[in-house]
Each structure stands twice: as C-alpha cells, then as structure tokens.
C-alpha cells in the first residue's frame, strides 16, 4: 500500500539531446545544477520519437537521419524550492519547453512497520 508524503511541484524541461551548454550536455548541466541546489531528485529520460518548435520529427528508428531525440529532464520538489531553482533554467534554456505541474507524493508502505522490516513474499 502506498502512503501519501505531501505535495510537490515537478518541474519538466524538454530539450534536444544535442543541445550543449559550454560543451557538455544541456540535460547533464540542468541535473548537476539541480544538484548543487539540493532539490530532492533529478531524473532525465530520452525520448524515441517527437518534435518541438521547429515541427521536424526526430525518432530513434534506424533509417531515420536525425540523432537529435527529445531529451525530458524531471525534477521534484516543494514549490518553494522549484521555483527558486527557475532562475538557474533562464540562463541555460533559450530552447525547450518548461513545464510545473503539482503533484502527490507518495511512497510504498511496508508491512510491520513497528519493526522495521519487511515481511517476505511466499515464493
């Protein structure tokens, strides 16, 4: 059973997996810097097929002559602390999307909670 922890804003950053800030990944610095800010986690997830802006499809298939997948950087966190890690995107981000969305967090429960352990699945 999952227990609900509070509320969380997660903030979601769409770029091109080619996008580079001073030669190194934009998604690698975005995580590095959400980091150093001690938000709670960031994760980054690539993408097989999309598009932006530009309306040109990138995908992943084999014959396909773009490279440049869809790149999402996610990060969660209290508002208070998402929102005063934006001004570190506005200097990185000139392309993208930036999305916040409020969400639940909840974490797996455990069984005999009293204890500490976990009860073991029959096998």
């Known amino acids: ?10 903030l979601t950053v769409f770029v091109g997996e080619n996008d580079t ?9 975005i995580v590095h ?3 150093a800010a001690g ?26 002559l773009s490279e440049d997948l869809p790149v999402a950087v996610v990060v969660v966190d209290t508002e208070d602390r998402v929102r005063s890690f934006l001004p570190e995107l506005d200097a990185l981000v000139t392309d993208g999307l930036v ?12 069984r005999g909670q009293g204890s500490g352990e976990r009860d073991e699945e029959p096998r």
């Open 39 to 64: 938000l709670a986690g960031a994760s980054v997830f690539r993408g097989i097929e999309g598009y932006g802006a530009s309306s040109l499809v990138h995908t992943s298939r084999l014959l396909s």
């Open 99 to 110: 999305l916040l969305d409020r969400c639940e967090v909840v974490r797996p429960g455990r």
């Open 21 to 29: 800030w001073r030669h190194r990944p934009l998604y690698s610095e």
């Open 33 to 35: 810097r959400a980091h």
């Open 1 to 10: 059973m999952t227990v609900p922890t509070g509320t969380a804003l997660r």
